[in-house]
Antibody, heavy 122, light 110 residues
Framework: QVQLVESGGGLVKPGGSLTLSCAAS????????MNWVRQAPGKGLEWISY????????KYADSVRGRFTISRDNAKNSLFLEIHSLRVEDTAVYFC???????????????WGQGTLVTVSS | QSVLTQPISASGTPGQRVTISCSGS????????VYWYQQLPGTAPKLLIY???QRPSGVPDRFSGSKSGTSASLAISGLRSEDEADYYC???????????FGGGTKLTVL
């Protein structure tokens, strides 16, 4: 079954840290650029990061650069997002998403996980 | 403020045809493919249109996409109650070297 399953969300105090995981199955994970996209409550979608197939290049949105780190373990078909210095405005559902095109980063996503909620509150 | 501009809302009655616009610039829509997502309440987004006007397998042909210059549109014909959802356009932005989303359009089926 082709799917992405996120985990690791929860309630965190401002300034805290969290690591999100995304487990991939049903496809050759190492062939695809992977992304994290978030959605604040009642708001639109915001792309926050992507990582290339080898895991040696990543890009971040300005809103998270320096605080978030994306990584992947192709041997374990897993994607990660380390989040530090959390702010109230980071409260959102975080989705992992697969690029539509194998071997390239097009910025479009044909497979999404169900999302994991991160709530930042004191 | 989203890089791509969409109307906040749209509506139609069952059977009608509705269109949702997405406006950008030469750095994004004007030079890259446009994609559309449908997000039903409480679910993850679903790819609806890729490559400006192509439908993934399983997407009804009631949904169609188009692009002209720095704008794109999603058209839904034969509107159904199950089409009530949020719709997002997205494309690559060459100046940001990153994907950008529209703010989303909430479609209501009256």
């Amino acid at each position: 079954q082709v799917q992405l399953v996120e985990s690791g969300g929860g309630l965190v105090k401002p300034g805290g840290s969290l690591t999100l995981s995304c487990a991939a199955s049903g496809f050759t994970f190492s062939d695809y650029y992977m992304n994290w996209v978030r959605q604040a409550p009642g708001k639109g979608l915001e792309w926050i990061s992507y990582i290339n197939t080898f895991g040696n290049y990543a890009k971040y949105a300005d809103s998270v650069r320096g605080r978030f780190t994306i990584s992947r373990d192709n041997a374990k078909n897993s994607l990660f997002l380390e989040i530090h210095s959390l702010r109230v405005e980071d409260t959102a559902v975080y989705f992992c998403a697969r690029d539509v095109l194998a071997g390239a980063g097009t910025g479009a996503f044909d497979m999404w996980g169900q999302g994991t909620l991160v709530t930042v509150s004191s | 403020q989203s890089v791509l501009t969409q109307p906040i809302s749209a509506s139609g009655t069952p059977g009608q045809r509705v269109t949702i616009s997405c406006s950008g610039s030469n750095y994004n829509i004007g030079s890259n493919f446009v994609y559309w997502y449908q997000q039903l309440p409480g679910t993850a987004p679903k790819l609806l249109i890729y490559g400006n006007n192509q439908r993934p397998s399983g997407v009804p042909d009631r949904f169609s996409g188009s692009k002209s210059g720095t704008s794109a549109s999603l058209a839904i014909s034969g509107l159904r109650s199950e089409d009530e959802a949020d719709y997002y356009c997205t494309t690559w932005d060459d100046s940001l070297s990153a994907p950008v989303f529209g703010g989303g359009t909430k479609l209501t089926v009256l």
